[in-house]
Structures are given as C-alpha cells and as structure tokens.
C-alpha cells in the first residue's frame, strides 16, 4: 500500500494563477482533510470530506475549495493564489470505524511558495 | 476549542525514557488526548491516543492525570530516530458527528547519542 500520496511535492505560483493538489489514498478510507502549516502556528483545517461527493469547510476556508468526485481522491483547489497561502500542504485520510478509527494517516506534503 | 499546552523543546539521551508533557486544563470530559509526531518535515504520524485511563501500545505509553488536566507521552527508551516535534493535540467534536483535531505548536524533541 502506498498509503496517502500528494503531488506535487514542490511548486512555485505567482500572485493570481491558479493550481490544484492531488491527495490520493489507497486505504479505502472515508474521511479525508486538507490542512496547512505554517511556522510558528500548528496544523490548520482548510478543508474535509466525510465521504465520495462530499465536502465541508474547515478552520480556514478561504481562499480554497475542493472535490471528491473519488472516494480515493481529495483535490484542493486555489482559485487565485495570494502570498498568504505560501504554505506546507498535508492531506490526511482516516476510517469512520474500526480499529483505526483514531488515526489519520497523512501524506508527505506539498510545499507551495506564492511569488 | 480545548487548547493544550507543551514545552517548546527537550532533550533526551539514547536509550533513556523520554517524558513529554501536555496540559490541557480546558479538556471537556468526551475529549480525547492523542499524540502525533512530525519528523523533519514529514507528515505527522499517529503515536497513541487516550480519554481517561493510561494507554500501551508499541511506540509510547500515556499516561493521564484522574482529573484529565493534563498528560505525559513516554518513549521507553530513546533512539536517535525519535528525534522529532510531538504534538499533544485534543480532538474536538463539532458539525454533528465529525471531530477535528486541534493542533498546537509541540515539543521538539532532541535524542542525543
């Protein structure tokens, strides 16, 4: 299992273009987030879903929106990037039930720096 | 929202236990305590959890004071690899049934040979 996977690793935006992040995961998992880090703050929510064609607004939505056409995927899109969002992005993956059902599991991240 | 509080760094020498404490004097009584880790950069990655009573599992015990106001993550022994920031974080309910973890800064800790 490759667990939960982000592309792209690294990307560089200028003020105003758009991009979205891949999270993929291969676990069967429900629910899946989106968080944010940055120095000096811990993990933020930006986004989550509970389930396929799902979607709710986390801690700090703005600016973002995102889709689950796919149980297995989880995009988040910027629609206009700002410097502010000059980021680290984790996308995590947790089941609704079972004996995993505390544990999110997270992807190794994307780095995004907004010019 | 139930805020925890951790030291901002520790040391540990390899093979000795690491103590790392949390308190969370704001925790409601259905709260749960969990440990996360963060190693240079990677996503975090589940340790334990627990609501009142010490847990075991094959990283790290918890232990949680009877009044749940605060908490100690314990690695047995030590290993260079552990070197990373520890994250004692509340889960919180909100929007029905859905829960959400809430994230402070951590400690960062160090393992020395």
């Known amino acids: 299992n490759a667990g939960v996977t982000q592309t792209p690793k690294f990307r560089v935006l200028k003020t105003g273009q758009s991009m979205t992040l891949l999270c993929a995961q291969d676990m069967n998992h429900e629910y899946m987030y989106w968080y944010r880090q940055d120095p000096g703050m811990g993990l933020r929510l930006i986004h989550y879903?509970?389930?396929?064609?799902?979607?709710a607004k986390g801690e700090v939505p703005d600016g973002y929106n995102v889709s689950r056409l796919k149980k297995q995927n989880f995009l988040l899109g910027l629609e206009s990037a700002a410097p502010s969002q000059t980021s680290v992005y984790f996308c995590?993956?947790?089941?609704?039930?079972?004996?995993?059902?505390?544990?999110?599991?997270f992807g190794p991240g994307t780095r995004l720096t907004v010019l | 929202d139930a805020k925890t509080t951790q030291p901002t760094s520790m040391d540990c020498a390899e093979g000795r236990a690491a103590n790392l404490p949390c308190n969370h004097s704001?925790?409601?009584?259905?709260?749960?305590v969990y440990w996360y880790r963060q190693i240079h950069s990677q996503g975090p990655q589940y340790i334990i959890h627990?609501?009142?009573?010490?847990e075991t599992n094959e990283m790290a015990s918890l232990i949680i004071t009877e009044d749940r106001k605060s908490s100690t993550l314990i690695l047995p022994h030590a290993t260079l690899r552990d070197t990373a920031v520890y994250y004692c974080?509340?889960?919180?309910?909100?929007?029905?049934?859905?829960?959400?973890?809430?994230w402070g800064l951590g400690t960062s800790l160090a393992v020395n040979p």
């Open positions: 995590a993956s947790s089941p609704p039930s079972g004996s995993n059902f505390h544990e999110q599991f």
């Open positions: 627990g609501l009142k009573n010490n």
């Open positions: 879903s509970v389930g396929e064609g799902t979607t």
């Open positions: 974080i509340v889960r919180v309910a909100f929007s029905g049934n859905n829960r959400k973890l809430i």
């Open positions: 704001t925790i409601s009584g259905n709260e749960y």
